[in-house]
């Protein structure tokens, strides 16, 4: 494995996202000790301490979000896991929700405590079947076994939790948006300031992490925010949950610890390509991250400094493996189309500029693109960036101008001779 | 959805007061899975239950794209199409559903066994292809997959 574990540590079973399971494997045991021994300011020094990244994408300090939250300001709080994960690239909230759906619970209640949160609520995408009933099923043990309700463990601390499934909307991954959904509407994002912390589920301070943020709780609150620092690097403390899919010989979820090199990660614990094809570039976190060459990615160490050193990010961890042979002006096309659908509508440059982006791209595929078509694509993109409320329209200015500054004479040569010089290939060189 | 009433009231139940708005989405997934789509009267319904405005509940069934206002056939197919799957033959498959079925994705065939759908990212990028029929996730599937579900499908 990739480095030290700290989420993915037993072996996945028929039966081990049971309460039972996870019982056995010490589960619930932090909860009843923070209950019994820890004020809720100690709970948040301890993340705070542990230098708790947030796992969804922004890699924003966990603690920081937290210590906005007035724990005496008599209004209620509110805690919801975002279980939304939408980002193509990106399945691996997914692995905590089907198999360690108890230790996010636990999490929760532990961030609940700390941030007095009387109601928190986990919001999962509507498309997620078995997560889902994984999720729900715990809930119902956890409630019958008197870890929510009134008075847990005897301790005088009430939580309860809510399930909450969205409806098929990518925009309700970003946290302002999934409130609005929440709130039971249009999953509109909202203009910040006021930041959710201080205005969010219905006006009051709200703190949305993702899944993967909150699964850490429980472990750092466990064994300490020292013990957490010594995984990881100095400035990227712990690990990371990493989505690998495309041309890759063994897809899946891997924990990979902040520090790891990239390219024994690709070519060892992953397999390396698909048949041994070369490696073209990668979607190093999610499609709104800037593709990195072969070259780019093979001498980085897996944390952000390193990536952002590269002028990428690594996001929310969804990789995607891209083999010499594919076709980066259809790939990008399929991005658009999807940036385009997804688009909620409410700033013109992303409502429009979105469509506007996926028209030119496909008339570059029909063959009737124009020798300005290129220059009109990044001009939009930079139209799009910081110009929205949410980070769509930046994130789709990212993936264009990622692919555009690296891949430029593939769209040329689509454009002069009216077809793909890589047959509009999407497989790679190896067809399944 | 007068008799969906008594569920509606214990999902309030454990929502905290006041979050009447918050039952929108929970409602409309109920009504759906028990009529199939959402019609005018479940609207109206839904307005005089939870108290909120009628222009709520138009947004979001409009907005969502899981929700719908009309009936669609008994398996509902929806292929994935975003970038890994594509990078996994997710294209071809969706041609081959077309062809076999004789519709268009968006269509449902005459018999109203089948609705075909294209989905952007289900999240299930490592086992790529992935084509969800009504609530069921199936990775991982190929030409030869796809024809035996089919199969199995028709004759169910």
């Known amino acids: 494995m990739p480095g030290k574990q700290l989420l993915m540590t037993f072996p996945v079973t028929a039966t081990s996202h049971t309460l039972a399971a996870y019982l056995a494997r010490g589960g619930y045991a932090t909860l009843r000790r923070a209950l019994a021994t820890m004020k809720p300011e100690d709970v948040t020094k301890e993340v705070t301490a542990s230098g708790l990244l947030g796992h969804g994408g922004a890699a924003f300090p966990a603690g920081r979000k937290w210590g906005v939250v007035h724990l005496n300001d008599h209004q209620p709080h509110y805690l919801c896991a975002n279980a939304d994960e939408g980002e193509p690239g990106t399945f691996k909230d997914r692995w905590i929700l089907e198999n360690a759906p108890h230790l996010l619970l636990e999490s929760m209640l532990l961030a609940s405590y700390a941030l007095q949160v009387r109601n928190a609520f986990v919001y999962i995408r509507g498309e997620f079947d078995l997560p889902y009933r994984r999720l729900t099923a715990a809930v119902e043990e956890a409630y019958a076994a008197g870890y929510f309700g009134e008075d847990i463990l005897g301790t005088g601390f009430s939580c309860d939790v809510v399930v909450y499934r969205g409806a098929g909307s990518y925009v309700c991954g970003e946290a302002s948006g999934l409130l609005s959904s929440l709130e039971g509407k249009r999953g509109y994002p909202r203009n910040r300031p006021p930041r959710l912390t201080v205005q969010g589920l219905f006006k009051r301070p709200t703190v949305v992490n993702n899944v993967e943020t909150l699964a850490n709780i429980a472990g750092i609150i466990a064994h300490g925010a020292e013990a957490y620092k010594k995984v990881g690097t100095a400035k990227c403390p712990g690990t990371q949950l990493v989505s690998i899919s495309g041309h890759i010989a063994r897809p899946g979820v891997y924990e990979v610890e902040y520090g790891y090199p990239m390219a024994q990660f690709l070519f060892e614990d992953c397999g390396g390509m698909l048949a041994g094809q070369p490696l073209k570039c990668i979607v190093p976190g999610g499609i709104s991250t800037k593709v990195l060459t072969a070259a780019e990615v093979e001498p980085l160490t897996f944390d952000h400094q390193s990536f952002a050193g590269a002028g990428s990010s690594l996001g929310s961890g969804g990789m995607i493996a891209i083999a010499e042979g594919t076709c980066m002006v259809r790939l990008l096309q399929v991005m658009l189309r999807f940036y385009h659908h997804e688009s909620c509508g409410q700033c013109t440059p992303c409502r429009e500029g979105m469509g506007w982006m996926h028209r030119i791209i496909d008339r570059i595929v029909a063959g009737q693109g124009q020798p300005e078509d290129i220059d009109s694509l990044y001009r939009i993109s930079r139209l799009q960036d910081g110009m929205t409320i949410c980070g769509m329209g930046d994130a789709a200015g990212y993936a264009t101008v990622g692919i555009l500054d690296k891949y430029r004479s593939e769209f040329e040569y689509w454009i002069r001779e009216k077809h793909s010089q890589l047959e509009g290939n999407l497989e790679g060189a190896v067809h399944a | ?156």
């Not at chain 2, 006041?18 to 009529?35: H, K, N, T």
């Not at chain 2, 009628?54 to 899981?66: A, C, D, G, K």
């Not at chain 2, 062809?99 to 268009?104: C, K, M, P």
Request: glycine share 8%; charged share 25%.
């Open chain 2, 1 to 156: 959805m007068k008799h969906l009433i008594p569920e509606f009231e214990k999902l309030k139940a454990r929502f905290p007061a006041g979050f009447e708005s918050s039952l929108v989405l929970p409602c409309v997934r109920r009504i759906q899975e028990d009529r199939g789509f959402v019609a005018d009267a479940d609207i109206d319904g839904l307005v005089d239950y939870l108290g909120v405005p009628r222009i709520q509940i138009e947004e979001v069934l409009s907005y969502y794209t899981q929700f719908r206002r009309k009936a669609i056939g008994r398996w509902h197919l929806q292929a994935c199409r975003n970038v890994t799957c594509s990078m996994r033959s997710a294209e071809r498959l969706i041609d081959h559903l077309s062809q076999r079925l004789g519709v268009a994705p968006g269509q449902t065939t005459p018999d109203g066994v089948f609705t075909l759908s294209t989905a952007e990212c289900l999240g299930s990028c490592g086992t790529a292809p992935v084509v969800m029929v009504n609530d069921a996730y199936h990775e991982n599937m190929s030409v030869e997959k796809l024809d035996r579900l089919l199969d199995e499908l028709q004759g169910s």
